[in-house]
């Protein structure tokens, strides 16, 4: 059974930086693509950002040049480095693998004050 494991959130002022973590239990190399989701309250899942087994990343438009998304797979940890924060990146922040199947992380909150 694979497992997903976020960390890293916390409360930050606009303009700040937090770096999420997400360790699997097992290679990372398994999965096709890691990516990061975020649900802000009374909003649909969004995704944030995606790196594959080979090292492709892909921003969505409202992160990118302020978000980086990274692998180690000695450490079977994926990141999510987050710069010049703003209240809209406020959510909860979802880790997601998959390969034939979608695994979920339970969650980290970052909240972004203004």
């Known amino acids: 059974q694979v497992q997903l494991v976020e960390s890293g959130g916390g409360l930050v002022q606009a303009g700040g930086s937090l770096t999420l973590s997400c360790l699997a239990s097992?290679?990372?190399?398994?999965?096709?693509?890691m990516r990061w989701y975020r649900q802000a309250p009374g909003k649909q899942r969004e995704l944030v950002a995606t790196i594959t087994s080979g090292g492709y990343t892909n921003y969505a438009d409202s992160v990118k040049g302020r978000f980086t998304i990274s692998r180690n797979n000695a450490k079977n940890t994926v990141y999510l480095q987050m710069n010049s924060l703003k209240p809209e990146d406020t959510a909860i922040y979802y880790c997601?693998?998959?390969?034939?199947?979608?695994?979920w992380g339970q969650g980290t909150q970052v909240t972004v004050s203004s």
């Open positions: 097992g290679n990372i190399f398994r999965f096709n693509a």
């Open positions: 997601n693998a998959n390969n034939a199947n979608n695994y």
